[in-house]
């Protein structure tokens, strides 16, 4: 599966690789990617020679149907897993144990410290619960990987992918180890983080937003809510005003 996505993804948009020699030829690794698009986590499989494992929505791979059967043997195809999100915390302690257990098997995790998708493209704060727990509790080095322009060929709510080039670029790997079996302190949690998005923040060259994207969607949200209902305001208005100057029945009316 992996060979029968990775070349057509190859071919079609030729995206161009920097740092492939900090990937290790083999034992575990986490690589810590920023996330501009959905594609993310094709594009960047796509151009290792080792399987990456992701963890992606459990809806992926539960849909009923033909469709649903579909979508889950391509997400399993390209290296995702399940994780159940109905619960923030324990989406939390499953992503953290599938990272484990895919590190304790010698192979390459995938995550997005972010959390979730940047909403305007801009860099935000990376969340400490995930990236920086797996890492100490297994000691594997982290990678530092920033994806370039990928937001631009499939942006959010676009389903058909415009052709361009994509770039990847790949940091040297970050050792821990000096923290390890320090999981469960928040500081040390934060410390680890910050520094992973710093290397991140350097590779891809995005401006850094101090909050997490999660709330920075909240706030567009809100934004874009509120811009909707004073549009609907204005428009009541202009329809009152309207309404007041052309009263119904006035004028006169000819007659012999």
Do not use: C
């Not at 071919?11 to 996330?35: D, K, T």
């Not at 998708?117 to 990376?126: E, I, T």
Request: proline letters at 7%; a positive charge.
């Amino acid at each position: 599966m992996k060979v029968a996505i990775g070349g057509p993804l190859k071919l079609g948009f030729r995206p161009w690789v920097e740092g492939l020699e900090n990937i290790p030829a083999e034992g575990p690794a986490i690589l810590a990617s920023n996330h501009l698009s959905f594609s993310d986590s094709f594009f960047l499989p796509a151009v290792l020679d080792r399987k990456v494992t992701f963890i992606a929505k459990a809806e992926y791979f539960t849909t009923p149907g033909v469709k649903g059967k579909l979508t889950a043997a391509f997400f399993k195809g390209v290296g995702q897993l399940p994780v159940d999100r109905s619960g923030s915390r324990g989406a939390g302690e499953a992503a953290v144990k599938s990272g484990i257990d895919v590190l304790e098997r010698g192979e390459l995790f995938g995550i997005y410290p972010e959390g979730t998708r940047s909403p305007d493209g801009r860099l935000y704060r990376g969340k400490p619960g995930g990236l920086a727990r797996v890492a100490l509790a297994t000691g594997a080095p982290v990678i530092p990987v920033a994806m370039i322009d990928t937001e631009k060929i499939q942006p959010p709510g676009k389903v058909m992918p415009k052709l361009m080039r994509p770039g990847i670029r790949i940091g040297k790997a970050l050792d821990f180890s000096r923290y390890q079996g320090m999981e469960s302190d928040r500081f040390v949690l934060r410390a680890v983080t910050d520094e992973v998005m710093y290397e991140i923040m350097k590779l891809s060259g995005q401006e850094y937003v101090d909050m997490y994207a999660t709330a920075a969607k909240r706030q567009i949200a809100e934004a874009e809510k509120a811009a909707k209902e004073a549009a609907k305001e204005a428009a009541k208005e202009h329809a009152k005003a309207h309404k007041d100057e052309n009263p119904a029945g006035s004028g006169e009316r000819g007659g012999a």
